[in-house]
């Protein structure tokens, strides 16, 4: 019996050997084509995004863009995000830093790591980014957002650029003033003298000589803001007003331009109109508004398809996404505008609560209260009723 034992035990040994191997062939092969399935689409550990504002970062407008991007990566799950953001402060400013020094700050700065791509927020951040292109990481590709539809004409823009253009909807926000002031007989612009300031005097004068001929246009500029307040104040209540932006006066010194809103609003005998989200709640009647955030929220999606498929870059340029005609209501009870004057699919800010969103608790409060006491007295007239019913049964 032994013999044949020996000879056995080897096979079933050889046998063993193989089950086990194949066994762990089965479980390691899935395992190494998932993982190498996963690792072509690893992410990098941390996209490095760089943030070129084209203006003080701190203006409610470029907080809303900075907000709308910041969100769109937030809400991705596939790697995490390193955001740097550098100023460039010209829209306000009179005298701004020569080219070459900031080329050399940037490129120090990021010696050691490029980074993966450039959002530029506003025209004179991608103008800077154009004019050094050859400087600064020729093959970091940029979005832009926050630049107006006229800007681009028939200029050409370098294959890495794309972006998300912005519309500014003159005629619309004329429109909505000339349906609350059916009796105007003048349109006032406020603007500061930046150059940027300066663009609007073009922007409107061409909607204006073709659409409303029949509105003469005032031009409330290139003075002191003290001066530019008191000819607001001078203006007659048959004035279409729109504000703009007053970056800076005649004298140098630099606003923020929302801030300006209520002391012109204050003195004005007609409504202020205006174009930009930020402003509204800040004195504006309304207008046909352009969104800083949705810009921003654009401009990220379109950053973060670039990010994630980089071999399929391309460069698109989005058109400008509609305007919204959007009121403030407190300012409509202001100046006594009648709520039926404001066209369909408008947009309601300030709207005052109803008495229930005012007091919801209260009131959910009360209904409580009202529900257990009907409780109790519905159990007490039930007890009642079955006390009464045991004595009549007791006396028969």
């Known amino acids: 019996m032994t013999p044949c034992f020996a000879r056995i035990r080897p096979h079933r040994k050889r046998r063993c050997f193989i089950a086990r191997l194949a066994n762990a062939l089965v479980i390691a092969i899935p395992l190494t084509l998932s993982a190498s399935a996963y690792s072509t689409h690893l992410p990098p550990e941390r996209w490095r995004v760089l943030i070129m504002q084209g203006g003080d970062p701190y203006l409610p407008s470029a907080v809303a863009q900075d907000r709308g991007i910041r969100d769109v990566f937030s809400r991705a799950t596939d790697a995490s995000t390193e955001f740097i953001t550098e100023p460039l402060h010209t829209l306000e400013s009179s005298s701004p830093v020569p080219d070459a020094v900031v080329t050399q700050y940037l490129n120090n700065k990021f010696a050691s790591r490029k980074p993966d791509i450039i959002i530029a927020l506003r025209q004179p951040a991608l103008e800077f980014l154009e004019r050094n292109a050859d400087t600064l990481w020729p093959d970091v590709p940029i979005v832009f957002c926050g630049i107006p539809d006229d800007y681009f004409g028939t200029r050409t823009l370098s294959a890495r650029v794309s972006g998300v253009r912005i519309a500014f909807d003159v005629a619309g926000t004329l429109d909505l003033a000339r349906r609350f002031q059916p009796n105007a007989d003048r349109i006032a612009l406020i603007a500061g003298t930046s150059s940027y300031d300066q663009a609007w005097r073009g922007r409107v004068e061409s909607v204006v000589s073709n659409r409303f001929k029949d509105l ?65 709640g800040a004195g504006i009647i309304g207008g046909s508004i352009s969104s800083w955030a949705e810009q921003g929220t654009l401009a990220g999606q379109m950053a973060l398809r670039i990010l994630r498929q980089p071999s399929a870059r391309s460069p698109v340029i989005m058109p400008a996404p509609p305007s919204t005609v959007s009121v403030d209501v407190r300012e409509m009870e202001r100046w006594k505008i009648d709520a039926s004057l404001v066209p369909a699919e408008t947009r309601f800010l300030h709207r005052p609560d109803s008495l229930l969103e005012r007091y919801r608790v209260e009131i959910c409060v009360v209904i409580l209260v009202l529900i257990a006491q009907a409780s109790v007295i519905g159990a007490l007239m039930l007890e009642r009723l079955r006390v009464r019913r045991a004595e009549r049964m007791a006396a028969r």
């Open 216 to 280: 003469p246009m005032i031009w409330i500029s290139d003075a002191p803001i003290e001066d530019m307040l008191e000819r607001v104040a001078q203006l007659p209540p048959q004035t279409i007003i729109l504000y703009s932006s007053v970056f800076r006066d005649a004298r140098g010194r630099t606003f923020i331009p929302r801030d300006l809103i209520s002391l012109f609003s204050e003195r004005a005998h007609s409504p202020i109109y205006s174009f930009f989200d930020t402003y509204l």
